[in-house]
């Protein structure tokens, strides 16, 4: 006798969800070219230094407001420092939060290189073009700022062949204004005290290292401040980052950006 054949029937509704089962299988392999989800925006990369032509627009403290017109800012991980020279205003923050192109951080503010005060900050990231942000505190704590990214210097690889055998000179400069040079190795040397552009690092000498950070156009910075006049600035633990910016010359202004939690002695400086 010859067997029967079995013959599989499928009702209507089965048919439809074997149909729409198919499509969320195929759905949850699939990617954009990309590489990420469909509809879902990857987080920004706010790494690299932004130019000193940012600005700001930040609480007095007494019913008025500070325009900033020198805003700058270098990245790295999820450290950013902010300087302005010209209101001596630094930025110290972590960044806490990106999600797409928004962004959250938490701030301590010096101003003149003392009395730190914290804010915190929300905005957006546009990566290897600007970022944008409110500033929620009290204060230079509170305000907006924009920072516009620097193609030419983040672009050009951090590198001690071009800040070493130097003398770094903030003589003129805002900020303290003591000099260094920097050797072969990144070893920051202190050539001459800090005079009195900032009383509170008057006779201070610094010395520290200077390091690429690997892939960056920036410089890891550790550094100790001794013989300041004020004795609570004198202290082993300044960190903070360093960039090379061609203002006339190639490299001619070597920014720098430093702070321990109680005092900042940024500035800019230039090559003696």
Not at 2 to 25: D, E
Not at 73 to 99: E, F, N, P, Q
Not at 232 to 253: C, H, L, P, Q
Request: glycine share 12%.
């Amino acid at each position: 006798m010859t067997p029967h054949r079995l013959k599989l029937r499928f009702s209507p509704l089965l048919m439809i969800f074997l149909a729409l089962f198919a499509l969320v299988v195929q759905g949850c392999f699939h990617s954009s070219s990309g590489g990420g989800k469909i509809g879902v925006t990857p987080d920004a990369d706010p790494a690299g230094y932004y130019i000193n032509t940012g600005t700001a627009s930040v609480d007095d403290g007494a019913s008025g407001t500070i325009d900033i017109n020198d805003l700058q800012a270098m990245v790295h991980g999820d450290r950013i420092m902010m300087m302005s020279t010209a209101k001596g205003l630094l930025y110290d923050g972590i960044i806490t939060s990106i999600t797409g192109n928004a962004f959250m951080a938490d701030f301590t503010i010096y101003t003149d290189g003392e009395n730190p005060m914290n804010a915190t900050a929300s905005g957006t990231i546009t990566t290897a073009s600007s970022i944008t942000g409110t500033l929620t505190g009290a204060g230079v704590g509170s305000g907006i700022f924009s920072l516009l990214y620097d193609d030419t210097a983040s672009n050009t690889e951090a590198d001690l062949a071009r800040i070493k055998d130097r003398e770094w000179d903030g003589d003129g400069a805002i900020g303290p204004n003591y000099a260094f040079t920097i050797d072969t190795q990144g070893v920051l040397a202190n050539t001459i005290k800090a005079g009195f552009n900032v009383p509170i690092f008057d006779f201070c000498e610094i010395n520290g290292t200077v390091m690429p950070i690997n892939g960056t156009s920036l410089y890891e910075v550790a550094a100790t401040l001794t013989s300041c006049d004020v004795p609570a600035v004198n202290n082993t633990n300044y960190t903070g980052f360093a960039v090379s910016r061609t203002d006339s010359v190639m490299d001619d202004t070597l920014v720098l950006v430093l702070s321990n939690g109680a005092y900042s002695p940024n500035g800019e400086l230039i090559v003696n």
